[in-house]
């Protein structure tokens, strides 16, 4: 059964706007959690622009709620990862100048450091997944550096449906990389930039098991409801 990662850091850059506790990313999870979401993602970045330390300590410490931390590959925060214990971890790339996330990890040039890092989470029996761009050799690096998962960046993608441009030849990269991961071994997931229709396209590959989508459902909730967009989301990735 495909599954959807909620990602609520944009709660958390709400509140900050403020300076103050409202709206509180904790009981956004709690909340995602009982309309439907499979797993919560956060991503607690170096410069804390949204989630920090203790928002990701005590949505990890929730009983029962399947968290999905986002980290980079710093010590600092590699060490805080390793204290927070959260039951999955996605190691992605960062950029401090960046809007958000621009493309997937460069695993040729930080195999040794990523797999180092693998390693210290497989001890604490934490899964860990490699943000990656849509490409035949990332995957079978993924699977050298000893990746559980992977999660496939889907900006591009995302982006040429929104531009109305072609999307065919992205469309099967990301289906090629699917398949190629799942027969060596590692779970596919998908995230970054998805929307209704981008969803409803990549749900068609059977290989990926779970779709992280963040800032598309809190913007979206804003006119229609958390309950509503999580419910439709919920429909489209089920058919």
């Known amino acids: 059964?495909?599954?959807?990662?909620?990602?609520?850091?944009?709660?958390?850059?709400?509140?900050?706007?403020?300076?103050e506790v409202h709206p509180d990313p904790l009981k956004a999870a709690i909340f995602v959690k009982k309309k439907g979401a499979d797993s919560i993602t956060i991503h607690l970045r170096e410069d804390r622009r949204h989630i920090r330390d203790l928002d990701a300590k005590k949505i990890c410490s929730i009983k029962k709620l399947n968290v999905n931390l986002e980290i980079s590959t710093n010590?600092?925060?590699?060490?805080?990862?390793?204290?927070?214990?959260p039951k999955y971890i996605c190691i992605v790339p960062e950029n401090r100048s960046e809007i958000t996330t621009e493309g997937g990890l460069n695993l040729l040039d930080n195999k040794k450091k990523i797999k180092k890092i693998i390693?210290?989470?497989?001890?604490?029996?934490?899964?860990?997944?490699?943000?990656?761009?849509?490409?035949?050799?990332?995957?079978?690096?993924s699977k050298e550096i000893g990746a559980d998962?992977?999660?496939?960046?889907?900006?591009?993608?995302?982006?040429?449906?929104?531009?109305?441009?072609?999307?065919?030849?992205?469309?099967?990269?990301?289906?090629?990389?699917?398949?190629?991961?799942?027969?060596?071994?590692i779970e596919v997931h998908a995230g970054h930039g998805l929307d209704y229709k981008s969803t409803k396209i990549l749900s068609k590959i059977k290989e990926i098991k779970e779709f992280n989508i963040g800032h598309f459902i809190?913007?979206?909730?804003?006119?229609?409801?958390?309950?509503?967009?999580?419910k439709k989301l919920k429909k489209i990735i089920k058919n």
């Open 119 to 141: 390693l210290k989470f497989k001890k604490k029996k934490i899964r860990t997944s490699l943000f990656i761009n849509p490409k035949i050799k990332d995957i079978k690096l």
């Open 218 to 230: 809190i913007g979206e909730s804003i006119f229609f409801g958390l309950t509503n967009v999580i």
């Open 149 to 185: 998962c992977v999660e496939i960046h889907t900006g591009h993608f995302a982006n040429l449906i929104k531009s109305k441009k072609k999307f065919s030849n992205e469309l099967m990269n990301i289906k090629k990389c699917s398949i190629l991961a799942t027969k060596i071994g």
């Open 75 to 85: 010590n600092n925060i590699v060490k805080n990862a390793l204290k927070i214990k």
């Open 1 to 19: 059964m495909k599954r959807l990662g909620v990602n609520i850091d944009h709660v958390a850059t709400v509140r900050n706007a403020r300076g």
